[in-house]
């Protein structure tokens, strides 16, 4: 079966760093994605990862590890407005996104 | 990035009634569209992939008389919910790829979402 697991929820300090990890197992692999939700809102697209290695877009930076099926998402000096939902995301072999259930981030002062 | 444009944003409706929600691609084609439900606290669940110009594919558990999905442009899907139950209440989410970039795994855009509340 295609499966995506992520914590559940995470707490962390205004300032510091966090690291969201996604571990998948998909029939097929084509790019993992990462997006913000904020309660009530719609997603909003982050990152993707085709290849191995890491992305960085300014704060935010996304891992990939396609042999160990293996993502994470680094946010850098968390501010209160980071405080959301993050949900993996991976395309299968017919390009369907499979989700994760998302990662609360509770930031606190 | 791309625009998707879902119409409304909120909705309150009596019980058995029926609701269209619309969602637009504004600056791209997108020959597939998706609609999503989303239960408080829960992730996206996928309900039918909507493909311009034929029908709607339907996840499993998903009523396709009740949540009707037509897609006759490149440009507009929509999702009418039939004779709306109070269980029928959550967030509807649609989504959207560039059919320019077709069968390449590109982000998907999404709408803004439709709170739906039957009463």
């Known amino acids: 079966g295609q499966n995506i697991d992520q914590p559940t929820e995470m707490t962390a300090t205004e300032g510091a760093i966090v690291q969201i990890n996604c571990t998948y197992q998909?029939?097929?692999?084509?790019?993992l994605f990462w997006y913000q939700q904020h309660a009530g809102e719609a997603p909003t697209f982050l990152s993707y990862n085709v290849l191995d290695g890491l992305e960085e877009k300014g704060r935010f930076s996304s891992f990939l590890s396609r042999s160990k099926g293996y993502s994470y998402l680094l946010l850098k000096e968390l501010q209160m407005k980071d405080s959301a939902s993050y949900l993996c995301?991976?395309?299968?072999?017919?390009?369907?996104?499979?989700w994760g259930a998302g990662t609360k981030l509770i930031i606190k002062p | 990035g791309a625009v998707v444009s879902q119409h409304p944003s909120r909705v309150i409706c009596k019980s058995g009634t029926s609701v269209k929600i619309e969602c637009r691609s504004l600056?791209?084609?997108?020959?597939?569209m998706f609609w999503y439900r989303q239960f408080p606290k829960k992730s996206l669940m996928l309900m039918a992939t909507s493909n311009e110009g034929s029908k709607a594919t339907y996840e499993q558990g998903v009523e396709k008389d009740k949540f009707l999905i037509n897609h006759a442009s490149l440009t507009l899907s929509t999702l009418t919910v039939t004779s709306a139950h109070p269980e029928d209440s959550s967030f509807y989410i649609c989504s959207a790829r560039d059919v320019g970039r077709e069968g390449v795994n590109t982000e998907a855009f999404f709408g803004q979402g439709t709170r739906l509340t039957v009463v």
């Open positions: 995301a991976v395309g299968d072999s017919n390009y369907q996104l499979i």
């Open positions: 600056d791209f084609q997108a020959t597939t």
């Open positions: 998909t029939s097929g692999f084509n790019g």
